[in-house]
Structure formats: C-alpha cells, structure tokens
C-alpha cells in the first residue's frame, strides 16, 4: 500500500491526526510506503489555461506541481489535511488544487483515481471544520477518486497537546475506525454511481471536444471514446 499526504502546515493539531492515522495505517500494514509534502507557499495557478490547451509540463509551476501530481497517481490513499481558515481551506491547499484542473473529469481524468481513497482532514477552534472537509472533497470528487472519507473536528484549541482528553479519546476511536477502512478497500474501492454517470456523459462530451484537442486525444488514448 503507498499512502502520499498533502499538508497545509509542518505542525498542529490536523498534521498531528494525519500522523495519528498513518500509525494505525502502519499497525496494520507494517510495509506501507509514506510520501509527505508540505505546501504552505506553494504557488498561485495564474490562469494562463496552458495545462489545458498545450499540456500539464508547460505550466509555468510545473516542477513544484508533478512530484506531487505523480505520487499521487502513484498511492492507493490520499491525505489532504488543511486547519479551517475563515471556513474554508487555506490558501496554499487551494493553489494546489488548482494546478490540478487539468485532472478533472471535464479535462484529462487519470485512470489510477478508479480504485483511490482520499481521505480529508480539518480542525478548528470552533466552526468550519466539516465545511473544510467538504471543499476537500469537492477536490477528490473533481479528480473522480473513487471513495472520500472526511474526519472533521471542533477541538476548542489551538494545539493538540490543549485539546481535551474525551476529545482526543474520540479522534482515537475514528482513526482506529479508518485505518481499518483504509486495509479493506485499499486497491478495492470502487466509484459511486453518481461519479461513473458523470464520467459517462463526459464521453459524449468529448467525442465532439474541438476546444481542448489534448483532452479529447487523452480520452481516446485511455479508449473511453472512439
């Protein structure tokens, strides 16, 4: 099993339930691969459209964005972890997302997302935690990661070592629950309905695609379209 974890921040209470994770990942599965990145500064896309028209190694961020775009075509599971900022992902998580346009059903979907499971994770002081969660997924649905799993948390503190003990005890038993999940469906998860009649009805969007050439030629190379 190989595991690539996306953070938003070297420390805190979020990266710390990451690494909580990944142990009980590893009490399962001694042998599974680790690949971390850490993406506080990680550029602005500024919307030049050349990983759609000309492909994804003219972007102008390219050597900061493919090591991360490969391991995670690479990995069975996926960890996105970003600390609510003003109820939403933090800036950094968002400007890496969207380098990743390109990947989304509409454009050049990678097959390797057929089996993958992301997984999001957020704290907060108070509010906005499940919503942070929900943006990530929006991500993983976007580039059509077969299974999501959102662990949100309203800690009440601004650091793990100041959250309360029945809190963590909670945060324990669902990582102990995940981890779990994690060594069943990893390599097995299988896309929702939902997700493969959206990926269906963009076949017949491609078959008449003349604005991206690449992406229709991506979809004929994979053989979902003719």
Request: hydrophobic fraction near 35%.
């Amino acid at each position: 099993m190989r595991i690539t974890a996306i953070h938003s921040r070297i420390t805190g209470s979020t990266r710390q339930i990451s690494t909580l994770l990944i142990d009980e990942v590893k009490k399962l599965q001694p042998d599974v691969e680790v690949t971390e990145y850490v993406i506080t500064d990680f550029k602005s896309c500024i919307g030049c459209f050349s990983c759609f028209a000309n492909g994804e190694e003219t972007c102008p961020h390219y050597e900061e964005v493919h090591p991360i775009a490969t391991s995670i075509e690479q990995a069975d599971i996926i960890i996105v972890t970003s600390p609510t900022y003003c109820m939403g992902i933090s800036g950094a998580m968002k400007s890496f997302f969207d380098h990743l346009g390109y990947r989304w059903f509409s454009h050049r979907p990678h097959p390797s997302m057929s089996t993958k499971i992301g997984i999001a994770i957020s704290t907060t002081g108070s509010l906005g935690a499940r919503k942070t969660t929900k943006d990530i997924k929006g991500h993983f649905f976007g580039l059509s990661i077969a299974k999501y799993i959102r662990l949100s948390y309203a800690v009440m503190a601004t650091g793990w070592d100041q959250i309360k003990e029945k809190k963590k005890n909670r945060i324990y038993s669902d990582l102990k629950r995940t981890a779990k999940i994690i060594n069943k469906k990893s390599s097995k998860a299988t896309r929702s309905l939902y997700l493969k009649f959206i990926l269906f009805m963009m076949k017949n969007v491609h078959k008449n695609n003349d604005w991206f050439p690449l992406d229709k030629e991506w979809w004929q190379k994979q053989g979902w379209i003719d």
